[in-house]
């Protein structure tokens, strides 16, 4: 069965700094990727999706993710973070035929 | 706002009460699921719905659990002896396609079994 790993539980920057959140799953095949990202108190947002095509997808908020298929990883990014990025993020994959798997989740905590 | 909406936002009931968690769709969406989430824990999948009918379950999603669509819109969680271990977030989602679809969430609903 599938699974979803995300390396950190906790990350904490400073505004402006760079992020990077690791994802990684362990069934290949034709994979959709999702990262999602969850405001305090709030529903989960899609922030990017990847179906095919070019393994960079750019995402909403500055937010971008890569396809590595070698390394069965999707890895989140953005250059600069703000405040207002202070959430939870969960990666999601989806193999052909089932549903949707969830990481654990990566809290991100931005200091001004 | 999220186009899927989720009604109550917060439910609180006893143990071994029953209660209906209900969720309108999105109206041209095909598939529907329920998710869950325990506070501080991962988001686990309970349920997919398609064509009047579940189409996968998790292991978490036992006897106690049931869900039905009574209407063209809604879409409906039954718990119906509610355990302690059921406090959690419930999220209902839906999705256009089966494939290359992304889940569209609702705000969810707080279960607090007391």
């Known amino acids: 069965a599938q699974s979803v790993s995300q390396h950190n539980h906790h990350v904490i920057l400073s505004e402006a700094a760079s992020l990077e959140l690791g994802c990684n799953y362990s069934?290949?095949?034709?994979?959709?990727l999702f990262w999602y990202v969850q405001y305090p108190g709030q529903h989960l947002q899609l922030l990017l999706k990847?179906?095919?095509?070019?393994?960079l997808v750019k995402g909403i908020k500055g937010f971008e993710a890569e396809f590595i298929k070698s390394k069965f990883s999707f890895n989140l990014r953005k250059p600069s973070v703000q405040w207002s990025d202070t959430a939870e993020y969960f990666c999601?994959?989806?193999?052909?035929?089932?549903?949707?798997?969830f990481g654990p989740g990566t809290r991100l905590s931005v200091l001004p | 706002e999220p186009e899927v909406t989720q009604t109550p936002s917060h439910q609180v009931t006893q143990m071994g009460q029953e209660v209906i968690l209900r969720c309108v769709p999105i109206?041209?969406?095909?598939?529907f699921y329920w998710y869950r989430q325990i506070l501080g824990q991962k988001v686990e999948f309970l349920v997919s719905?398609?064509?009047?009918?579940?189409?996968?379950k998790s292991e978490i999603f036992d006897d106690q659990f049931s869900v039905e669509r009574p209407d063209g819109s809604n879409f409906t969680l039954k718990i119906r002896s509610t355990k302690l271990e059921d406090s959690a977030m419930y999220f209902c989602?839906?999705?256009?396609?089966?494939?290359?679809?992304?889940?569209?969430f609702g705000n969810g609903t707080r279960l607090t079994v007391t």
């Open positions: 989602a839906s999705s256009a396609y089966r494939e290359k679809s992304p889940l569209h």
């Open positions: 069934y290949g095949g034709t994979v959709n």
């Open positions: 990847y179906f095919s095509g070019d393994p």
């Open positions: 999601a994959v989806n193999n052909y035929g089932q549903n949707f798997v």
């Open positions: 109206s041209n969406h095909l598939y």
């Open positions: 719905f398609y064509n009047n009918e579940i189409s996968e």
